[in-house]
Nanobody, 115 residues
Framework: QVQLVESGGGLVQPGGSLRLSCAAS????????MGWYRQAPGKQREWVAT???????DYADSVKGRFTISRDNAKNTVHLQMNGLKPEDTAVYYC?????????WGQGTQVTVSS
């Protein structure tokens, strides 16, 4: 059974940083393009960042220049380094493949940006 487990969220002040991690079971990370997504209260889930098997990256305009996605295939882990956090970044963050597999959604990790 495939599992994606997100961690690293928390409460941070505006301008602060957090590093999220996504631990993947089996070979899912090694075989797939991976992405981070987020869902803010009352809003639909949205795409945040992508990293291909070869390490190419892409970002939503709202996070470009502030967030960095990376992957460690040996450790089956994807990371999202978030700097310069803003209140509008408050959301539950999830990782999944690209394209999304609906049976891969995990519990996510809550990020709250507030003073």
């Amino acid at each position: 059974q495939v599992q994606l487990v997100e961690s690293g969220g928390g409460l941070v002040q505006p301008g602060g940083s957090l590093r999220l991690s996504c631990a993947a079971s089996g070979s899912i990370l090694r075989l797939n393009t991976m992405g981070w997504y987020r869902q803010a209260p009352g809003k639909q889930r949205e795409w945040v960042a992508t990293i291909t098997r070869g390490g190419s990256t892409d970002y939503a305009d709202s996070v470009k220049g502030r967030f960095t996605i990376s992957r460690d295939n040996a450790k089956n882990t994807v990371h999202l380094q978030m700097n310069g956090l803003k209140p509008e970044d408050t959301a539950v963050y999830y990782c999944n493949t690209i394209p999304v597999r609906y049976d891969y959604w995990g519990q996510g990790t809550q990020v709250t940006v507030s003073s």
